[in-house]
């Protein structure tokens, strides 16, 4: 499966952003797809997931009622949507996926394709 992330961009905080994830050739079906981010001088974090097989979504703490994971399945892309973004979101967000978790929700050791990424500011 090749991914293609798009929606990044600048925005005011308490803004919000879509990120698009979409699968250039083949099925998101029966894959968790995971959405990272790296800040800069940072490790890359997972922020949230959805697993395609029952559309059932996962949260970090950092980003939980704040970001909503959704699927069109008919479009094979998955989406994220931002809102009430913070300076501290600002970050390259990736999307990923993984036939199954073995290690942990956000171990990188289970997504075996990533996408290039799409960077998201939030000015103060």
């Known amino acids: 499966v090749q991914l293609v992330e798009t929606g990044g961009g600048v925005v005011q905080a308490g803004g919000s952003l879509r990120l698009s994830c979409a699968a250039a050739?083949?099925?998101?079906?029966?894959?968790?797809v995971g959405w990272f981010r790296q800040a800069p001088g940072s490790e890359r974090e997972g922020s949230s997931l959805?697993?395609?097989?029952?559309?059932?979504?996962y949260y970090a703490d950092s980003v939980k009622g704040r970001f909503t994971n959704s699927r069109d399945k008919a479009r094979n892309t998955v989406y994220l949507q931002m809102n009430n973004l913070k300076p501290e979101d600002t970050a390259v967000y990736y999307c990923?996926?993984?036939?199954?978790?073995?290690?942990?929700?956000?171990?990188?050791?289970?997504?075996?394709?990533w996408g290039r990424g799409t960077q998201v500011t939030v000015s103060s």
């Open positions: 990923a996926t993984a036939p199954r978790l073995r290690y942990g929700a956000y171990d990188p050791r289970d997504y075996n394709c």
């Open positions: 050739c083949g099925t998101l079906d029966y894959y968790v």
């Open positions: 959805i697993i395609t097989s029952d559309d059932s979504t």
